[in-house]
């Protein structure tokens, strides 16, 4: 029997396309390289974070030293949101972002493509299935997924 979150043999995940990936006019490249990978768009959302709203997404980074650095970032401008589905999709969507600092990011990665360094690095990737479940709901809700 299929569970939550699980759509045949796929797998669902979160992405975000970062402020500065954005600002840089990245967005349809980004999109057309998680398209090449293979990944189902279920859901997009393009919007502009509040303060409120980027403090609760990264609420789990709240006692990290770059936290308010973060979402300083995180609501400097338009990001998308994008809900994504494939198969093993969380492990791969973390295998085409790249490692978090961008100027260590594997040759062809989206966060090499398009990332700066390790704040300014293009997208965000969740990083479990758990957490993209979370995730997902804190941009969509049931009724905004599409499938094929
Ligand atoms: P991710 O899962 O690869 O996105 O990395 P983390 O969950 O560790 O961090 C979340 C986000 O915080 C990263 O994607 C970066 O945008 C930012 N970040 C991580 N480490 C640092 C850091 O040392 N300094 C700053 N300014 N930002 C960071």
Redesign the pocket.
Known sequence: MMSVGETGGMEETLTII?PDAVRAGNTGRIIAHLEDARFEIQAMRRMHLSRAQAEAF?A??RE???YA??VA??TSGPVVAIALARENAVAHL?DV?G???STQAAEGTIRNLYGTN????AI??S?SPENAAIERAFFFAACDLVGR
């Open positions: 970062k990264y789990v980074h990290r030293p770059f650095d973060l970032f995180m973390r972002m490692a978090t600092d390790i704040q300014n690095n965000h990737g990083d």
